[in-house]
């Protein structure tokens, strides 16, 4: 994507984890998916105790890795 900072999957896992980890995001997993799919190198997922705070928890993260890096994500399951 056009004018996306230079960052490493590495750097942007901990972004996510620290975000999470911020929210209060519960069950948090990372799967290294590295060498295993072309879609990406990691895949986080994470629960929260409500429809509301998983919503928030996804909704600040979304804006502030695109605010932060330029970066559009992709956020599946919030209702699940």
Excluded: F, P
């Amino acid at each position: 994507m056009a004018g996306q900072k230079d960052i490493s999957s590495e750097e942007l896992l901990a972004r996510i984890l620290k975000s999470l980890d911020y929210e209060k995001a519960e069950g948090v997993v990372q799967i290294d998916l590295r060498g295993k799919s072309a879609m990406g190198e990691y895949m986080v997922v994470c629960s929260g105790r409500s429809t509301r705070q998983v919503n928030a928890i996804s909704e600040k993260l979304v804006d502030a890795l695109k605010q932060e890096y330029r970066r559009l994500c992709k956020v599946d399951g919030k209702g699940a």
